[in-house]
């Protein structure tokens, strides 16, 4: 059974693992975009997964109202000191946030449609997991990208 600190535990990881790329990236790298289809820089993959904590957490488990763009996370940029207070933030919010979850109750805000008959959409402990699942595929991405912008950076 997911609990509270077995949460937390996960989720810090890979936000601890994602600000300590952004921190050794620099402003430079973390904006740049590796030369693939559809790649995403680090700044912008950092930012949708606050998208990401602060819609499933903060709005699907916890109800408040959020204003998300999700489209705009994949294009933002800027320099790395504020994305990573944003982190420390979000990891705040995210404590007060499982702090007030009923694991086992419905949703306290709208469920997207796409997930509404799915257990992401049925519980506050799935819609969590959502988050955690977000949260790691998007920390191994991270480092894929990071390894790439590093070797085109030694070549």
Not at 119 to 138: D, F, K, S, T, Y
Request: with cysteine; hydrophobic share 45%; glycine share 8%.
């Amino acid at each position: 059974m997911l609990d509270e600190e077995t949460f937390l535990y996960f989720t810090d990881r890979a936000l601890d693992g994602m600000t300590a790329i952004l921190a050794a990236l620099g402003d430079e790298l973390a904006n740049t975009r590796p030369d693939l289809p559809g790649a995403n820089s680090p700044y912008a993959i950092v930012t949708h997964c606050l998208g990401v904590m602060a819609a499933w957490a903060g709005h699907v488990v916890a109800g408040r109202t959020v204003d998300r763009d999700r489209e705009a996370e994949f294009t933002s940029s800027g320099p790395v000191a504020p994305l990573l207070d944003r982190v420390a933030q979000a990891k705040d919010q995210l404590r007060r946030d499982i702090a007030a979850a009923d694991f086992a109750a419905p949703p306290r805000g709208d469920v997207p449609a796409r997930y509404a008959g799915t257990p992401i959409g049925q519980r506050q402990g799935a819609a969590l997991v959502h988050v955690l699942e977000e949260l790691a595929q998007h920390h191994g991405q991270l480092e894929l990208t990071r390894d790439i912008l590093l070797a085109r950076t030694r070549s």
